[in-house]
Nanobody, 126 residues
C-alpha cells in the first residue's frame, strides 16, 4: 500500500512554469508505475504523463514537449515539471500508482491505478 500527497500547485500566468511533487509513504514508489492525471472543470480525468518501473515515460499529446515527469526513488517522490503553461492546463492534478503488469502507455485506463492522491490545483491565467 502507498499513500500519495501532491504539492506544488498554484496560480500562474500563461507561459509560466510550475513544478508539482507527489510524496509517497508506505511502499517504495519504485514498486509502482506512476502517473499524473488532471481533471478540469466539467471534464473527464485524463492522464498527462506516466513513468513506469522500467523507467519508460509517456505523455499526452497536449503536454508533450512542455511537461516532464521524473521520479526520485531516494526521496520516494514523483515530480512533474510544467513549462509554457496554457490556460487549458488549468485543472486539479493528481498522482496515481499502478501495479498492473503492462507496458508504458498514456492510455492505461484509470481503474488500473489503485492509489490516488488528493490532488493539487493548478490555475493558469491568460
Amino acid at each position: 500500500q502507498v499513500d500519495l500527497v501532491e504539492s506544488g500547485g498554484g496560480s500562474v500566468q500563461a507561459g509560466g512554469s510550475l513544478r508539482l511533487s507527489c510524496a509517497a509513504s508506505g511502499d517504495p514508489m519504485s514498486r509502482y508505475d506512476m502517473a499524473w492525471f488532471r481533471q478540469g472543470s466539467g471534464k473527464e480525468r485524463e492522464a498527462v504523463a506516466t513513468i513506469y518501473r522500467d523507467g519508460s515515460t509517456s505523455y499526452s499529446e497536449s503536454v508533450k514537449g512542455r511537461f516532464t515527469i521524473s521520479q526520485d526513488n531516494a526521496k520516494n517522490t514523483l515530480n512533474l515539471q510544467m513549462n509554457s503553461l496554457k490556460p487549458d492546463d488549468t485543472a486539479m492534478y493528481y498522482c496515481a500508482s499502478s501495479t498492473y503488469p503492462g507496458t508504458c502507455s498514456i492510455s492505461r485506463p484509470r481503474h488500473l491505478y489503485g492509489y490516488w492522491g488528493q490532488g493539487t490545483q493548478v490555475t493558469v491565467s491568460s
